[in-house]
């Protein structure tokens, strides 16, 4: 009998899920040791001297920025396609973000964009490399430097890319990881924050020992978020509950289903939330440390599965690759301008596919700022997730290899 696809998996084992779910309530959540052990092999892990762990990637990014003291309406380059909240801490700063359209090939800042873009009040960029995909980074470094901005690298979605054999993460002023469900390396939410500066580490441990004292109840719904993907991302389980249930939910709420994680609160809020402030567990340090070790060899299957698909299906209109880059394919992505046809195709093939949850944030309604970003517009519509995480079989990847390219050529 053939299985379902799923789009995705979650990086830990079921019953690493299990246990914790029942260890948040009783294990002691504040041991400093295992917190800075996690943070000192993260940091040398990507090659910096030091790592904060913040509860999330946006609270990170809040406090690498409030540490600088930017006047109010200081420029910020900020790319178009982001989690919101990244938005809400920049104008909770006071700080006006500034939307550069991107590279349809390398998902990063456009270079010619970058220099229309740039005015005296520009004082900081945002550089993401989404869905695991390596820019030249080099120029956009140089470009930063030249024009003295504070460079901040997310590599939320490309943990051990590389440029030049040097790990992404490494290159700007701060560095910030996202550590939450879904990413390679997931400690059930966490924002690390990596750099060199001795003072500056010494200003983040005194915004660290602000934090409140961790919400059992708020790691509980994490690690609850966790378990429920894990287990719906089973095989079976996917099969013969998930996605009738997802078709169900689709009729629902029309569209939902295209996206990875369904659809998102757009509404722009009035005061960022207090959970964003909760202290990093060493309940999560721990996780972490378990898994650390295991991302690389995860990487290595999923990108020897990329190949094998990019190889066996040669009409897909995937993105170009980067000279001097190594990309890890968070996820893969393709680009198909009939994306619902396209995914209604997939599924009659037992192949599960879907669009980033991501939101385009340089056309958000409720926002006073907007952006003119084509090319990020055409990601956020038309770019598919093309199932090629670990664990597939030779079988499982040459049936998405066969129906990827027969969409290219019935679609396209």
């Known amino acids: 009998m053939q299985l379902f696809i799923p789009r995705g998996i979650i990086h830990h084992s079921l019953k690493d899920d299990t246990f914790s779910l029942f260890r948040v309530f009783y294990s002691n959540l504040s041991e400093k040791e295992y917190i800075n052990h996690f943070e000192e092999l993260f940091a040398k892990y990507i090659g910096k001297d030091f790592c904060t762990a913040f509860p999330l990637a946006r609270t990170a990014i809040y406090y690498a920025l409030k540490e ?16 919101k909240g990244i938005l809400d801490v920049i104008l909770d700063l006071g700080l006006k973000p500034v939307f550069v359209d991107i590279n349809k090939d390398t998902f990063c800042f456009d270079i010619k964009q970058l220099e229309e873009s740039v005015s ?4 900081a960029i945002l550089i993401t490399y989404l869905f695991g995909m390596v820019p030249n980074i080099y120029d956009l470094i140089a470009f930063s430097r030249k024009n003295n901005l504070f460079v901040i690298e997310d590599f939320s979605q490309c943990l ?24 390679t390396l997931d400690t059930y939410g966490g924002g690390l924050l990596v750099y060199d500066r001795k003072n500056l580490n010494k ?20 690690i609850l978020i966790n378990f429920t993907r894990n287990t719906a991302t089973q ?31 757009r509404k722009m ?36 599965n990329v190949n094998q698909i990019k190889i066996k299906a040669p009409d897909v209109n995937f993105p170009k690759e980067v000279e001097g880059a190594t990309n890890v394919y968070w996820v893969l992505i393709a680009y198909f301008n009939q994306a619902v046809k396209v995914q209604s195709f997939f599924q009659s093939k037992k ?28 990601l956020h519509d038309c770019g598919l997730f093309i199932p090629a995480h670990a664990g597939l079989s030779t079988d499982q990847i040459d049936k ?7 969409a290219a050529l019935a679609f396209e």
């Open 68 to 83: 600088r003291n930017f006047s109010p309406g200081t420029e910020i380059i900020m790319p178009p396609i982001s989690i």
């Open 120 to 123: 005296p009040a520009t004082k």
């Open 160 to 183: 051990n890319g590389k440029y030049k054999n040097k790990k992404v993460g490494g290159f700007g002023d701060v560095g910030v990881y996202s550590s939450s469900s879904l990413k």
């Open 203 to 222: 200003k983040m441990e005194e915004f660290k020992m602000s934090l409140k004292k961790t919400s059992r109840f708020n790691l509980f719904k994490k």
């Open 235 to 265: 095989v079976l389980v996917f099969d013969f509950i998930v996605y009738p249930l997802l078709r169900a939910l689709d009729v629902i709420d029309p569209g939902s289903y295209l996206k990875q994680t369904g659809s998102r609160d």
């Open 269 to 304: 809020i009035k005061k960022l939330p207090s959970s964003w402030f909760d202290c990093f567990s060493s309940l999560q340090a721990r996780i972490g440390l378990k898994y650390l070790k295991k991302v690389v060899g995860s990487d290595k299957e999923r990108i020897k």
């Open 351 to 378: 192949v599960d596919t879907a669009t980033s949850s991501l939101e385009l944030i340089s056309l958000l309604s409720d926002y006073p700022y907007r952006g003119n970003t084509p090319n990020a517009q055409k």
């Open 400 to 406: 998405v290899a066969e129906v990827s390219n027969k």
